[in-house]
């Protein structure tokens, strides 16, 4: 076959090297470079599953332990001999404080209860107990008052007259009554 004269094999040669040149410059980027992009995104995109995994795994073990510790707290807290019991109970608590009294030989001139004020955990309640005795009676009743768990003593006053010897010593105590939280029910 002959070319005309017009063109030399140089020409020739130049325009498939040029054809050949735009077909492939085309494939690269009508198909290759979108694949090579989709490759890139995808190994992107499997690292930060691979991170995201992990961090799932270290979640996973952080909850784990933090079910145990809560179970075993639950436990401890379950074998205690402290219980709270709700506000509304007062008159127990009440009743039971007058009984000691009377078992310790003081006489109670006034019990008062103020309304109860709640923490998210528990709730006090202050109670105001004014009663006599000889000394000895009310330091066994404060004995007897802080060995119950139930209860704390943000003030006691003690007060006499030590030159009337028929008049016996005052005290004061002000008392907070631990209560269950509204919902907590017992």
């Not at 008159?91 to 039971?96: A, D, R, V």
Request: charged fraction near 15%; glycine fraction near 6%.
């Amino acid at each position: 076959m002959k070319l005309p004269s017009t063109m030399s094999n140089e020409s020739v040669t130049a325009a498939a090297i040029a054809t050949l040149a735009a077909a492939t410059a085309v494939a690269y980027f009508a198909g290759l470079a979108p694949i090579l992009r989709s490759k890139s995104t995808y190994s992107a995109a499997q690292s930060a599953l691979a991170e995201a995994q992990s961090q799932i795994g270290s979640l996973g073990s952080m909850i784990g332990t933090q079910q145990s510790e809560e179970a075993r707290l639950q436990a401890d807290l379950d074998a205690s001999p402290v219980r709270l019991h709700p506000a509304g109970r007062i008159n127990e608590c009440m009743s039971q404080l007058t009984a000691l009294a009377a078992e310790t030989g003081i006489v109670i001139e006034s019990l008062q209860q103020s309304p109860p004020t709640y923490k998210e955990r528990f709730g006090t309640v202050p109670i105001r107990l004014q009663a006599r005795g000889t000394y000895s009676q009310c330091t066994y009743f404060i004995r007897k008052i802080t060995a119950r768990h139930d209860l704390g003593t943000s003030a006691i006053d003690l007060s006499g007259n030590g030159s009337d010897a028929n008049n016996s010593p005052l005290i004061v105590l002000d008392l907070l009554w631990y209560v269950a939280p509204p919902e907590q029910r017992t």
